[in-house]
């Protein structure tokens, strides 16, 4: 299953087929690989993906330490995706197709 983390920028409306369709403007991406999980060391496979830089006096010591051994930026956000292997270290909205379906799960403040 493939995976982005992205923030959810407003409402909007567009013409199919003379119909006007409600859609929804999400900001995805890039996202960066800050962890791999191994079967052979962690018991499963999943990659961690971080969303939305922050500055690092933001983030604790020990998180800090987790984003540098990864060589990557401090993340507000990681969440980890199951059974996904991405050959890259930064994830984009690329991998998904044009006019392609996806499942949204969100938070509500």
Known sequence: MKGILGTKVGMTQVWKDDRLVPVTVVLA????????????????????LGWHELQEKRVNKPTLGHFKRAGVAPQRHLV???DY????????????EPGEKVDVTGTSK
Do not use: L
């Open 85 to 96: 292997a991405p050959e890259e270290d930064v994830v984009k909205v690329e991998i998904f």
């Open 80 to 82: 980890e995706f199951r």
């Open 29 to 48: 991406g890039p996202c960066p690989v800050v962890q791999r999980k191994e079967p052979a060391t962690d018991g499963y496979s999943a990659v961690q």
